[in-house]
C-alpha cells in the first residue's frame, strides 16, 4: 500500500469542508455536494453534504452499507445525476452545471457493479468499444482498441469479436475497464466493480487498478461495501453512513485507528484479515 | 436454444396463419380462371364444379372473391398492424425514455385518445374520406388502434431505461438517438413483436366491422365487403350460406390463429407463463416410479 501522501494532508475527521483544504494537487473536489430524491415529506437525502478532495495518482476508496449513497455519489461525479446543492470542481474547473458532458467523460469514466447488465447483449465487445467513436472521434483506431485490452491483460483476438455472453464474468468485468481506459481519462470511478466477482477474480481486478494507479497515475474512485477491499488497495478512505461522510482520513489510519462508532462497526463485521492489535 | 422451445400451440398457430398468408397471397397467382369482377353466373348460383364456392348476388365467383378479399384484408391488417405498432413505439418509448414532464404529456395525450370509442372515430373518418384506398383505410385503422401499445411500450421502456448498460452507453458518449435505438428497442423486440401480432388481428377484424358497415375500401373487395353484400342482398334469408360463411370462417381462423400465436409468443418470451413446460416437469417425477413398478406383474406372471 502506498500512502506516501498522507503526512502532508489529512482531511478532517469530520468530513467537513475542510478536506477541499488540499485543493492544490487534487483532481476533484467536492464542496457540500447534497443529492435530493423527491420533494416534501418524501423527500431522501441520499447525498447530504458532503465534502471531499481526490488527490491525483491516488485511489480514494467510498466505502458504506447499502444505500449509504455511495453509488449517488459516484453518478453526481459522473455526471449522470444532476447535483441537488454543492460544487463540484475537476481540475480548477467548475463542473458542477456543466452541460457540455463530451469533454468531461474522456477524463472521467467508470466501471459499474454487473459484469453482465453493464453490456448491451446485442453488441460484440469490438462495437461496444467502437461506441466511443463520438467522444473520441479519429482518435479511435484498432491499435487503440487493442491496446486499452492489453492493458486489462486482455488478448485482443480474443475478445473483440465476442458477444458478452460469451466471455467470462472476470472478462467482461475486465472489457468494462478496457472500455473506461480507451478514452485515457484522469479519473476512474470503480462502482462496486467487484462485488459480483468471485474472490480470485476480485483480486485479479484490484491488481488492475493499482497498477492503472502504480503505472499510468490514474486516479481512482473505488466504491465498496467492503472495507477489508478498501484496506487492500487504498490511499484515501472516506466513510459514508446514511448519506454523511462521517470519517475520512488516510487508509491505514482509517483502518487501524477508526475514530467513528460506524466505521469500527464495519471493521468489526469484516473476518478477520489482518491483526489490528 | 432449438426450435424444441417453440410449444405445439405455437407451431398450430403459425401453421394456420401461414396457410392464410398463402391463400391470400399466393392463390391469386394459382387460381386464374376467373378474375374479380367476372360475372360467371346468376344470382347466387350453388357451388359447383364451375364456381367452387357458388356465386355472389352479382354472379360473381365467390371463390374468387375469397381469395382477393383475404388479400386485400390481409394487406390492410399488415400495414394498418405495422403502422400502428411504429406509432405506438414510438410515442410509448420517447415517454417510457425521457420520463417527467414528457412521458406526462405523452401519456396524457395518449389516454384521451384511449377514451373515445375507436369505433367511432373510424366511422367517422371513414365517411368523411371520399374515396378509400386500401392503404388510406390502412392509415386511418393504424391512427385509432396505436395508443395501446403506446401504453404498453411506455412501461416497458421506463424499466429499461434504469439498465446498466445505457449508463455504460452514455459514458461512451452515445447520443438519445442511439440509445432508443440500440439500447432500448432491441431489449423490447419480444414485447415490440408480440403487439405487431395483436396490432394485425385488430385491424383485420376492424377492417372487417368498417366494410360490413359498407365503409371498405373502395373498388376491390375485402372479407367485411363479402359479408356486406351478403347481408344486403338477403343471403342469409335465402340460405346462400356459400355468400357468408367461407368469409366469416376466414376471418374467424385468422383472429383465432393470430390471438394463439400471440399468446404462445408471450409464453416463449415469458418464461412465467410456460405452464406446459411446468406440466411436463411436474409430470416426470409422477412418470418415474412406473418402471420400478413394472417388474412386479412381470413376477406375478411367472
Same mark, same amino acid.
Given at each position: 500500500?502506498?500512502?506516501?501522501?498522507?503526512?502532508?494532508?489529512?482531511?478532517?475527521?469530520?468530513?467537513?469542508?475542510?478536506?477541499?483544504?488540499?485543493?492544490?494537487?487534487?483532481?476533484?473536489?467536492?464542496? &457540500?455536494?447534497?443529492?435530493?430524491?423527491?420533494?416534501?415529506?418524501?423527500?431522501?437525502?441520499?447525498?447530504?453534504?458532503?465534502?471531499?478532495?481526490?488527490?491525483?495518482?491516488?485511489?480514494?476508496?467510498?466505502?458504506?452499507?447499502?444505500?449509504?449513497?455511495?453509488?449517488?455519489?459516484?453518478?453526481?461525479?459522473?455526471?449522470?445525476?444532476?447535483?441537488?446543492?454543492?460544487?463540484?470542481?475537476?481540475?480548477?474547473?467548475?463542473?458542477?452545471?456543466?452541460?457540455?458532458?463530451?469533454?468531461?467523460?474522456?477524463?472521467?469514466?467508470?466501471?459499474?457493479?454487473?459484469?453482465?447488465?453493464?453490456?448491451?447483449?446485442?453488441?460484440?465487445?469490438?462495437?461496444?468499444?467502437?461506441?466511443?467513436?463520438?467522444?473520441?472521434?479519429?482518435?479511435?483506431?484498432?491499435?487503440?482498441?487493442?491496446?486499452?485490452?492489453?492493458?486489462?491483460?486482455?488478448?485482443?483476438?480474443?475478445?473483440?469479436?465476442?458477444?458478452? %455472453?460469451?466471455?467470462?464474468?472476470?472478462?467482461?468485468?475486465?472489457?468494462?475497464?478496457?472500455?473506461?481506459?480507451?478514452?485515457?481519462?484522469?479519473?476512474?470511478?470503480?462502482?462496486?466493480?467487484?462485488?459480483?466477482?468471485?474472490?480470485?477474480?476480485?483480486?485479479?481486478?484490484?491488481?488492475?487498478?493499482?497498477?492503472?494507479?502504480?503505472?499510468?497515475?490514474?486516479?481512482?474512485?473505488?466504491?465498496? %461495501?467492503?472495507?477489508?477491499?478498501?484496506?487492500?488497495?487504498?490511499?484515501?478512505?472516506?466513510?459514508?453512513?446514511?448519506?454523511?461522510?462521517?470519517?475520512?482520513?488516510?487508509?491505514?489510519?482509517?483502518?487501524?485507528?477508526?475514530? &467513528?462508532?460506524?466505521?469500527?462497526?464495519?471493521?468489526?463485521?469484516?473476518?478477520?484479515? &489482518?491483526?489490528?492489535? | 436454444?432449438?426450435?424444441?422451445?417453440?410449444?405445439?400451440?405455437?407451431?398450430?398457430?403459425?401453421?394456420?396463419?401461414?396457410?392464410?398468408?398463402?391463400?391470400?397471397?399466393?392463390?391469386?397467382?394459382?387460381? /386464374?380462371?376467373?378474375?374479380?369482377?367476372?360475372?360467371?353466373?346468376?344470382?347466387?348460383?350453388?357451388?359447383?364444379?364451375?364456381?367452387?364456392?357458388?356465386?355472389?348476388?352479382?354472379?360473381?365467383?365467390?371463390?374468387?372473391?375469397?381469395?382477393?378479399?383475404?388479400?386485400?384484408?390481409?394487406?390492410?391488417?399488415?400495414?394498418?398492424?405495422?403502422?400502428?405498432?411504429?406509432?405506438?413505439?414510438?410515442?410509448?418509448?420517447?415517454?417510457?425514455?425521457?420520463?417527467?414532464?414528457?412521458?406526462?404529456?405523452?401519456?396524457?395525450?395518449?389516454?384521451?385518445?384511449?377514451?373515445?370509442? *375507436?369505433?367511432?372515430?373510424?366511422?367517422?373518418? *371513414?365517411? !368523411?374520406?371520399?374515396?378509400?384506398?386500401?392503404?388510406?383505410?390502412?392509415?386511418?385503422?393504424?391512427?385509432?388502434?396505436?395508443?395501446?401499445?403506446?401504453?404498453?411500450? /411506455?412501461?416497458?421502456?421506463?424499466?429499461?431505461?434504469?439498465?446498466?448498460?445505457?449508463?455504460?452507453?452514455?459514458?461512451?458518449?452515445?447520443?438519445?438517438?442511439?440509445?432508443?435505438?440500440?439500447?432500448?428497442?432491441?431489449?423490447?423486440?419480444?414485447?415490440?413483436?408480440?403487439?405487431?401480432?395483436?396490432?394485425?388481428?385488430?385491424?383485420?377484424?376492424?377492417?372487417?366491422?368498417?366494410?360490413?358497415?359498407?365503409?371498405?375500401?373502395?373498388?376491390?373487395?375485402?372479407?367485411?365487403?363479402?359479408?356486406?353484400?351478403?347481408?344486403?342482398?338477403? *343471403?342469409?334469408?335465402?340460405?346462400?350460406?356459400? !355468400?357468408?360463411?367461407?368469409?366469416?370462417?376466414?376471418?374467424?381462423?385468422?383472429?383465432?390463429?393470430?390471438?394463439?400465436?400471440?399468446?404462445?409468443?408471450?409464453?416463449?418470451?415469458?418464461?412465467?407463463?410456460?405452464?406446459?413446460?411446468? /406440466?411436463?416437469?411436474? !409430470? /416426470?417425477? !409422477?412418470?418415474?416410479?412406473?418402471?420400478?413398478?413394472?417388474?412386479?406383474?412381470?413376477?406375478?406372471?411367472?
Amino acid at each position: 500500500m502506498s500512502t506516501e501522501p498522507t503526512g502532508r494532508t489529512t482531511p478532517a475527521d469530520d468530513g467537513s469542508a475542510s478536506a477541499a483544504a488540499d485543493a492544490g494537487d487534487a483532481l476533484v473536489v467536492g464542496e &457540500h455536494l447534497t443529492r435530493v430524491f423527491g420533494r416534501g415529506d418524501a423527500a431522501v437525502r441520499a447525498v447530504d453534504d458532503v465534502s471531499f478532495a481526490l488527490r491525483r495518482g491516488e485511489i480514494t476508496t467510498v466505502v458504506g452499507e447499502s444505500g449509504s449513497g455511495k453509488s449517488t455519489l459516484a453518478r453526481m461525479l459522473l455526471k449522470l445525476l444532476p447535483v441537488t446543492s454543492g460544487r463540484l470542481v475537476f481540475d480548477g474547473a467548475d463542473v458542477t452545471d456543466r452541460t457540455d458532458t463530451t469533454a468531461y467523460w474522456r477524463q472521467v469514466q467508470a466501471v459499474f457493479q454487473d459484469p453482465f447488465s453493464a453490456f448491451n447483449q446485442f453488441f460484440t465487445v469490438r462495437r461496444l468499444l467502437a461506441r466511443s467513436r463520438r467522444l473520441l472521434g479519429a482518435e479511435l483506431t484498432e491499435a487503440r482498441m487493442v491496446e486499452a485490452l492489453e492493458q486489462v491483460g486482455l488478448a485482443a483476438g480474443d475478445v473483440l469479436g465476442r458477444y458478452p %455472453h460469451q466471455l467470462s464474468g472476470g472478462q467482461r468485468q475486465r472489457v468494462m475497464i478496457a472500455r473506461a481506459l480507451l478514452m485515457r481519462p484522469s479519473l476512474l470511478i470503480a462502482d462496486e466493480a467487484t462485488s459480483m466477482l468471485d474472490a480470485s477474480l476480485r483480486a485479479t481486478i484490484l491488481n488492475v487498478l493499482t497498477d492503472l494507479r502504480d503505472r499510468a497515475g490514474l486516479t481512482i474512485l473505488f466504491i465498496t %461495501h467492503d472495507i477489508g477491499q478498501a484496506c487492500y488497495v487504498s490511499d484515501q478512505v472516506l466513510v459514508l453512513s446514511r448519506g454523511r461522510l462521517v470519517e475520512s482520513g488516510p487508509a491505514e489510519r482509517v483502518i487501524f485507528d477508526p475514530r &467513528h462508532d460506524y466505521t469500527r462497526k464495519l471493521l468489526a463485521d469484516v473476518p478477520r484479515l &489482518h491483526d489490528t492489535g | 436454444m432449438s426450435a424444441a422451445r417453440f410449444s405445439a400451440r405455437f407451431y398450430v398457430a403459425a401453421g394456420i396463419v401461414a396457410a392464410v398468408l398463402l391463400f391470400g397471397l399466393v392463390a391469386p397467382l394459382v387460381f /386464374r380462371t376467373h378474375q374479380v369482377g367476372d360475372v360467371v353466373g346468376g344470382l347466387y348460383d350453388h357451388p359447383s364444379a364451375h364456381a367452387w364456392l357458388g356465386t355472389d348476388n352479382l354472379g360473381h365467383d365467390v371463390f374468387t372473391n375469397l381469395m382477393y378479399g383475404t388479400r386485400t384484408s390481409l394487406l390492410i391488417g399488415l400495414v394498418a398492424g405495422a403502422i400502428a405498432t411504429l406509432l405506438g413505439v414510438a410515442v410509448g418509448t420517447l415517454a417510457g425514455y425521457r420520463g417527467g414532464a414528457v412521458e406526462e404529456g405523452l401519456m396524457g395525450f395518449t389516454n384521451v385518445i384511449l377514451a373515445i370509442p *375507436s369505433i367511432v372515430v373510424l366511422v367517422l373518418i *371513414s365517411i !368523411a374520406l371520399g374515396t378509400r384506398s386500401t392503404l388510406t383505410l390502412a392509415v386511418v385503422l393504424a391512427v385509432t388502434s396505436w395508443p395501446w401499445t403506446a401504453r404498453a411500450v /411506455r412501461a416497458q421502456a421506463s424499466s429499461v431505461r434504469t439498465r446498466e448498460h445505457l449508463d455504460v452507453a452514455r459514458l461512451s458518449g452515445a447520443g438519445t438517438f442511439s440509445l432508443i435505438c440500440y439500447d432500448v428497442v432491441p431489449y423490447m423486440l419480444s414485447y415490440i413483436c408480440m403487439a405487431f401480432v395483436l396490432q394485425v388481428s385488430g385491424a383485420v377484424l376492424n377492417e372487417a366491422a368498417l366494410s360490413m358497415l359498407g365503409l371498405g375500401p373502395s373498388g376491390g373487395v375485402s372479407l367485411g365487403i363479402m359479408l356486406h353484400w351478403a347481408l344486403a342482398w338477403e *343471403s342469409v334469408r335465402t340460405g346462400a350460406w356459400w !355468400a357468408f360463411v367461407p368469409p366469416t370462417l376466414l376471418l374467424t381462423l385468422l383472429a383465432f390463429a393470430l390471438l394463439m400465436l400471440q399468446s404462445s409468443l408471450d409464453e416463449l418470451f415469458n418464461p412465467r407463463l410456460r405452464r406446459h413446460a411446468r /406440466r411436463r416437469r411436474t !409430470a /416426470r417425477p !409422477a412418470a418415474l416410479p412406473l418402471p420400478v413398478e413394472r417388474p412386479v406383474p412381470e413376477g406375478a406372471a411367472e
